[in-house]
């Protein structure tokens, strides 16, 4: 099965981005052991990064029919984007919202998501690991799919 990892603006700036707030690691650094981590729930890792909403929009129109979820950390688009919430509504894939931050402990324009609206369930606070947990919520769903 196919899962689309998304990454929305500015998470390519990862590792030199306000360490204190997001970590160390850099996104191809992620990217690696999410990719690692996906195969070892026999799932098939499509990453990408973009700072445009309209690629992200259409990346999650290319998952329609084809993947068996999404895992999206839409970085401050999170908080604005009616049209990614729509797109994801519209694509039909379960969808979990992953941020590195707790942003929950941040300021307040943060504590809204249109993503959440959309998806199936939110981790935030962990760093990488939410990436990984979110690898791990989509497996669960696709096996408890009737075969
Ligand atoms: C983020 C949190 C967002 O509020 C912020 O705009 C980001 C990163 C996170 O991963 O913690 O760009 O999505």
Not at 20 to 48: C, N, P, Q, R
Not at 92 to 110: C, D, G, W, Y
Not at 115 to 133: D, N
Request: proline share 4%; charged share 15%.
């Amino acid at each position: 099965p196919i899962v689309l990892v998304l990454n929305g603006p500015n998470l390519n700036l990862l590792g030199l981005r306000e360490p204190h707030i997001y970590g160390h690691d850099t996104l191809a650094g992620i990217k690696a052991m999410v990719e690692a981590w996906g195969a070892g729930f026999g799932l098939d890792v499509e990453f990408h990064q973009s700072n445009h909403e309209g690629e992200l929009i259409d990346l999650i129109h290319g998952a329609r029919g084809r993947a068996a979820g999404i895992v999206i950390n839409a970085g401050a688009y999170t908080h604005t984007s009616i049209a990614i919430m729509d797109a994801l509504l519209g694509a039909e894939v379960p969808t979990i919202e992953v941020h590195l931050s707790n942003v929950f402990k941040r300021e307040a324009f943060r504590h809204h998501s249109y993503i959440a609206l959309a998806a199936k369930g939110v981790i935030c606070g962990l760093g990488v690991q939410g990436y990984l947990l979110a690898l791990e919520a989509i497996k669960g769903l696709v096996s408890l799919e009737p075969p």
